[in-house]
């Protein structure tokens, strides 16, 4: 599934063909995805002018000037095509301007668009009761020790909710804490200030890497332009249980369950 930083990748890569720009026509190819497709989506889109784009946890939004912000979800498989040289029978939502075409690409069908008033987003139900962004100002090691007090669940799991911070999947906790010498078994509470503050830098450059990488491609992801993310090739821990740890102090990767996810970690490191 596509992870925050494959969504900043795509909503960036939109954002230099459409920002700014009237949506000429607007067409879907069946009645819905995961969901039905809203019932105006394009009659409010169609004549449109897109002011800005943006995103909210791994979640994209395209603004209008009519007060309306087309949400995506990319769900498993899903990809936006711009100026795609032929037709996909994947392509199950495009949008055009005078001199692009976007195609929202999905063959497992797992993603899905709405339209929200745009000045009601933050009471849209998935962003009402979200942490703060990780790449934000307001998530810092203060606030996450206020977030954790108390908390018994592992701190990987911890990281997970999107209550406490929002949109951090399993790749980029992983390699977080990796980088922050954490446990992931360790409870949330337990985990000292020192540690917090080694953590919130670490998700940043572990996130912001990846962004700037095009993201990890893993199955079906691919930036809109086409390209392939190679964030994966730097993988220090993820999906490499028995494998030497990239530290070089004689540890060797470990994976374990955790609330039905995988965890790879080194326990020389991560103590």
Known sequence: ???????????????????????????????????????????????????????????????????????????????????????????????????????????????????????????????????????????????????????????KLCLLDQRIVAGLGNIYVCEALFRAHIDPRKAGGKVSRAALDRLVPAIRAVLNQSIEDGGSTLRDYARPDGELGYFATRFAVYGREGEPCTSGDGGVIQRLAQGGRSTWFCPRCQR
């Not at 909210?56 to 990319?74: Q, S, V």
């Not at 709405?114 to 998935?126: E, I, K, M």
């Open 1 to 155: 599934m596509p992870e925050l930083p494959e969504v900043e990748t795509t909503v960036r890569g939109l954002a230099r063909f459409l920002e700014g720009e009237r949506i000429v026509a607007a067409r879907t190819n069946r009645t819905d995805l995961r969901r039905p497709f809203p019932a105006d989506l394009v009659q409010t889109l169609t004549g449109a002018t897109v002011t800005g784009l943006g995103r909210r946890a791994k979640y994209g939004l395209i603004h209008t000037d009519r007060d309306r912000t087309l949400i995506f979800h990319l769900g498993m498989s899903g990809r936006w095509r711009i100026d795609p040289a032929e037709p996909d029978k994947h392509d199950h939502f495009v949008i055009e301007t005078a001199d692009h075409r976007f195609a929202l690409c999905d063959p497992r069908r797992f993603g899905w668009v709405d339209l929200v008033d745009t000045g009601a987003l933050s009471a849209w139900p998935s962003f009402a009761a979200m942490g703060p962004e990780p790449l934000g100002p307001d998530l810092d090691a203060a606030y996450l020790k206020g977030a954790l007090a108390g908390r018994k669940q592992a701190i």
